[in-house]
């Protein structure tokens, strides 16, 4: 018989602070504005003969190292149907409505997401973690992304073996 355990990894560390904007349609956005999001993760796993199922502490540093990532940077949506974003020089120009935003490259990441939703970080977060190796014993993997209290999505991975 499998033996299952969940184990849950929230740290005050696990934390950014990050500037964007949501679009709601080709004419409507918000102003640009920041959060300070609160990423959390469950994961499901196997039980070991020793009496661990996945390590805490591998997911805790890959959790904080995603978190300081885009800590303190502009997110964009690079594949939002409503915008163009090219860089010109150091900075990106984000063209949305016929209006051009100017954001420096260096503090700005242009992400694969079509909006900077908390829906969209949790799923574009949640692949990043799975793309550093991950246990093999892993079963489930769920991350959610918090803007604040009450505000929050998660997104699921399971193993299909």
């Not at 984000?94 to 900077?116: A, C, G, M, S, Y």
Request: one cysteine or more; charged letters at 25%; proline letters at 2%.
């Amino acid at each position: 018989m499998t033996r299952l355990t969940t184990l849950h990894i929230t740290k005050e560390a696990h934390k950014f602070s990050a500037a964007h904007y949501t679009i709601f349609s080709v004419t409507e956005r918000e102003r640009l504005h920041g959060h300070n999001y609160f990423v959390s993760v469950r994961l499901v796993a196997q039980m070991g003969d020793n009496g661990f199922s996945a390590d805490y502490n591998v997911y805790k540093r890959r959790i904080k190292m995603l978190c300081d990532r885009y800590d303190e940077y502009i997110l964009v949506a690079g594949q939002s149907l409503y915008q163009t974003v090219d860089q010109v020089g150091e900075e990106y120009h984000v063209t949305f409505d016929n209006r051009v935003l100017k954001f420096p490259v260096d503090e700005t990441w242009i992400l694969p997401i079509t909006n900077v939703t908390v829906e969209e970080l949790a799923h574009f977060m949640l692949q990043e973690l799975l793309t550093l190796e991950h246990d093999p014993d892993l079963v489930e993997v769920e991350l959610t992304v918090s803007s604040g209290s009450g505000q929050a999505s998660s997104a699921t991975w399971t193993d299909d073996r």
